[in-house]
């Protein structure tokens, strides 16, 4: 019996229509934007107006709240679609995590001041936690937030910002206490729009995922309404950042298999058409053996992620199983990218090539939400 073509165990009719859409719009509306995002280093304002209209933003949201009353598996559709055409620079990722947060831990006022607009791409979300000197110790962050009346008034830096530049709300994460190095963090949902002393610095010029926007954040006496604080309490920002983080860490587990599964296709594809002495180099043995060999593990860690997957939808997915995705298919999406590099030989090497770009793109797979060091920390806690 012949293999046959793989598809996800949590895919129905509704997702397949759904997946039909977003591929037909990721193709013709993004896709021939992807070069100039990428010299320009940032996605257009506009296209998340439009990706708001036609659906796709928050698709996992309640629709009380704008969204559009779906679960995790619909957003799987868009990661995916992206995620196997190497668009890198929409982050749409952080975005929604921020939504998660307002939607776990807001207020019910606060969901209906802030999610809708998310929805429709007017407000763009980023995640504001890393700072200079904390970035995997977060307990060691510093940008304070004091409050004085009605007001915060937030002095402070960030660094390595998704979506920094156009951010038009971040879920910003401050300190409140300084006497309490966990308990003293809270969470301020900040709309940045001609906000006084809020300043974005460089955005960072990058190994890869150069469409992305990953900026420096500045805080000068900056004040915001004490009605941003999330869900209005002081303290519980800690608290509030650990249990969402299954989410996080699935979104990249997936865009990274996703990822592979594209990568693959292309080299199969490739090696197909690249002759050299006389033959189709996918007919040498060694072609033929690396591809068998990328193919099982992109296989075996889309599998993975699918189990992943309906666990979070039946609300099941614990940290450490969310910890095993992220740190195993980030490396192995590192090892499968490398692989196809190879296979495309010095055209591997050139950004007009997908793997190429896919290849620069997957490093920071393993250092982002959260290091795969991190990761394995949080394991072999539990074993
Ligand atoms: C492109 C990009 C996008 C990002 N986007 C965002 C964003 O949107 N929002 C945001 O807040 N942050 C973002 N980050 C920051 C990212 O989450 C941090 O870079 C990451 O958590 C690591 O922190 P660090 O860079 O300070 O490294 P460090 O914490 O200094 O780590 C350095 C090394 O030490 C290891 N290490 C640290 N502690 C331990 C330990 N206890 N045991 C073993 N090893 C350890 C790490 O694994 C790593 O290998 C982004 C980063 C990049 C590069």
């Given at each position: 019996m012949s293999m046959k073509p793989y598809e996800s165990p949590w895919m129905d009719d509704d997702l397949r229509m759904l997946r039909e859409?977003?591929?037909?719009?990721?193709?013709?509306?993004?896709?021939?934007?992807?070069?100039?995002?990428?010299?320009?280093?940032?996605?257009?304002?506009?296209?998340?107006?439009?990706?708001?209209a036609a659906g796709f933003l928050l698709m996992d949201v309640p629709a009380e709240y704008g969204g559009g009353g779906g679960d995790f598996r619909h957003e799987a559709v868009l990661y995916e679609?992206?995620?196997?055409?190497g668009i890198s620079g929409f982050g749409q990722g952080v975005h929604s995590i921020a939504a998660h947060y307002v939607l776990n831990y807001g207020t019910e006022e606060q969901k209906h001041r802030w999610l809708p607009r998310m929805a429709r791409g007017e407000l763009i979300g980023a995640?504001?936690?890393?700072?200079?000197g904390a970035g995997s110790d977060l307990k060691g962050i510093r940008t304070r937030a004091v409050r004085d009346g009605d007001e915060y008034v937030v002095n402070g830096s960030k660094i390595f910002i998704t979506n920094g530049s156009i951010?038009?709300?971040?879920?910003?994460?401050?300190?409140?206490?300084?006497?309490?190095?966990?308990?003293?963090?809270?969470?301020?949902?900040?709309?940045?729009?001609?906000?006084?002393?809020?300043?974005?610095?460089?955005?960072?010029?990058k190994m890869g995922m150069t469409a992305q926007d990953t900026s420096e954040l500045y805080f000068e006496d900056v004040r915001v309404p004490a009605d941003?604080?999330?869900?209005?309490?002081?303290?519980?920002?800690?608290?509030?950042?650990?249990g969402d983080l299954p989410y996080e860490r699935l979104t990249i587990a997936l865009g990274g298999v996703a990822a592979m599964?594209?990568?693959?296709?292309?080299?199969?594809?490739?090696?197909?058409e690249r002759k050299a002495f006389g033959h189709a180099i996918g007919e040498f043995q060694n072609t033929r053996f690396r591809l068998a060999e990328i193919v099982t593990i992109t296989r075996v860690a889309r599998t993975f992620v699918d189990?992943?997957?309906?666990?979070?939808?039946?609300?099941?997915?614990?940290?450490?199983?969310?910890?095993?995705?992220?740190?195993?298919?980030?490396?192995?999406?590192q090892q499968v990218m490398d692989e196809c590099v190879q296979l495309h030989g010095g055209y591997g090497y050139m950004n007009e090539y997908l793997v190429c770009r896919m290849f620069a793109d997957s490093r920071v797979q393993r250092i982002y939400g959260g290091t795969n060091e991190i990761m394995k920390e949080l394991i072999s806690r539990s074993v």
């Open positions: 859409a977003v591929s037909r719009y990721v193709e013709t509306e993004m896709l021939p934007k992807d070069a100039r995002w990428r010299a320009q280093h940032h996605v257009d304002r506009e296209t998340w107006r439009d990706v708001g679609e992206l995620a196997r055409r995640i504001a936690m890393t700072e200079p951010a038009t709300i971040l879920m910003l994460v401050v300190r409140t206490d300084p006497g309490d190095r966990s308990r003293g963090l809270s969470i301020l949902m900040v709309e940045t729009e001609g906000l006084k002393g809020y300043r974005v610095g460089r955005v960072l010029d941003t604080l999330l869900g209005l309490v002081e303290g519980k920002g800690m608290h509030q950042l650990m599964e594209g990568a693959v296709a292309e080299t199969a594809k490739y090696v197909r189990k992943c997957i309906e666990q979070l939808v039946k609300g099941e997915l614990d940290t450490e199983t969310a910890a095993m995705a992220k740190w195993w298919v980030t490396d192995m999406q």
